[in-house]
């Protein structure tokens, strides 16, 4: 396959990539040209990654080969060609779905990104007495330093 590369999936094996699965999707994707689809798009700025569902239907003009794919950046080897103008590379799509925008049948999906799914939103973790307690401290070192409302030594002694 064109594009394809060799990449490690763990530091003691290699793994082909893309996946045998993406190959799948995108077969799926390219039946949809010319059909009205829904994303669901991860949008990765410096200090977090998120995702993004706006519900809104885009006709999916074309899908076109992305000349400098990149794993660790999360460029994959094909862009979306898009109604509104826009070309949004698939490592950057986290779901592709027909019908419907919000809780789409698995039939309906017809491209999802589980590798970054995980990563943006990981499955639920079992709440316990550390858990809290390091969220907390975190959370409160944000608050007392954005806040900057440590009184000095001086203010200390006025009252």
């Not at 996946?19 to 829904?38: F, I, K, P, W």
């Not at 592709?96 to 309906?108: G, I, L, N, T």
């Not at 079992?126 to 401290?137: T, V």
Request: net charge positive; aromatic share 6%; charged share 25%.
């Amino acid at each position: 396959m064109r594009g394809r590369q060799l990449q490690p999936a763990n530091r003691q094996s290699s793994a082909l990539w893309p996946s045998a699965e993406y190959d799948r999707q995108l077969a799926r994707l390219r039946d949809a040209v010319g059909e009205n689809v829904y994303l669901v798009e991860a949008r990765f700025d410096a200090q977090h990654v998120s995702a993004r569902m706006s519900g809104t239907a885009y006709e999916l003009l074309a899908i076109v080969e992305f000349p400098r794919p990149d794993p660790a950046r999360h460029l994959y080897p094909h862009v979306l060609l898009l109604d509104d103008g826009r070309g949004i590379n698939l490592g950057r799509i986290l779901r592709v779905s027909r019908d419907r925008p919000y809780a789409p049948s698995p039939e309906a999906c017809v491209f999802e990104n589980h590798a970054l799914y995980e990563s943006i939103l990981p499955s639920r973790r079992r709440l316990n007495a550390a858990l809290i307690q390091r969220i907390a401290r975190r959370q409160l070192g944000e608050f007392v330093d954005a806040k900057n409302t440590l009184p000095t030594a001086a203010e200390q002694n006025d009252d």
